[in-house]
């Protein structure tokens, strides 16, 4: 009974501490939120592509909202932002110790659970993680709601707009980053998956305008010239 007693008391005073932290992080744990799910100011590349996803789905009668909804979350707010928020190294110059990695999974779990179309019922033995920001998670899914709601009404970004958008972002980091490690990298990809590559270049009306199977096939040749030749 004394153990038992005692763990109940540090339990509550954990918690305590929990929410006292909590309180002094919310603001900025809210400002987040605002400035990623900021629709208003969408980067084309994100409009465009869930137009694509978009018109993907319409091109198969089976798929619903949700699920269009799961490819627009795992493409950017789980692929881009959770991976960040794991790794602020990746971008700033800095070291993550452990204390700081711990609140930054708090964030991060609560940023993917209101991602989700799913409600979880909470109780007493529920992670401290959900509980913490149980009141503030139906907030959160509204701001994701509204979010991809406002990127589906921004004014669609043809394929001109978009080569330019790309050429000036291009253009922007010419001296940061590196074009040829690029080129490998997209060569790598397509050289893996190139069958399914051409032969969906071969269904496409647009690629076949533009006669994309046979610009891969012969930067294939080219490159594969290149690696054997003595």
């Known amino acids: 009974m004394k153990d038992k007693s005692m763990t109940k008391a540090i339990t509550e005073l ?35 592509f869930f137009d694509f996803l978009d018109e993907q789905a319409q091109k198969h009668d089976n798929v619903d909202d949700q699920t269009i909804d799961i490819w627009k979350t795992s493409s950017l707010p789980l692929r881009f932002w959770v991976n960040i928020l ?30 989700t179309k799913s409600e979880r019922k909470l109780s007493r033995d529920s992670p401290n993680h959900k509980l913490l920001y149980a009141k503030e998670i139906s907030t959160y899914k509204k701001m994701v709601e509204d979010y991809y709601k406002g990127i589906r009404e921004m004014v669609p970004v043809s394929n001109q707009h978009m080569n330019t958008h790309l050429a000036k972002v291009s253009r922007s980091h010419t001296d940061k980053l590196s074009t040829q490690v690029a080129l490998h990298q997209l060569y790598q990809y397509a050289n893996k998956y190139y069958d399914v590559i051409i032969t969906s270049f071969d269904e496409d009306p647009a690629a076949q305008n533009k006669q994309l199977a046979l610009r891969l096939q012969q930067i294939v040749a080219v490159l594969e010239n290149k690696v054997t030749d003595p």
Request: one cysteine or more; a negative charge; glycine letters at 4%.
């Open 86 to 115: 794991r790794n602020p190294h990746f971008i700033f110059d800095i070291h993550v110790n452990e204390v700081v990695d711990a609140s930054l999974f708090v964030i991060v779990q609560t940023f993917m659970d209101a991602c």
């Open 14 to 48: 954990y918690l305590m501490r929990l929410l006292s932290v909590k309180g002094t992080l919310q603001q900025f744990v809210d400002d987040f939120f605002r400035s990623v799910l900021c629709s208003f100011v969408g980067p084309p590349a994100v409009k465009y």
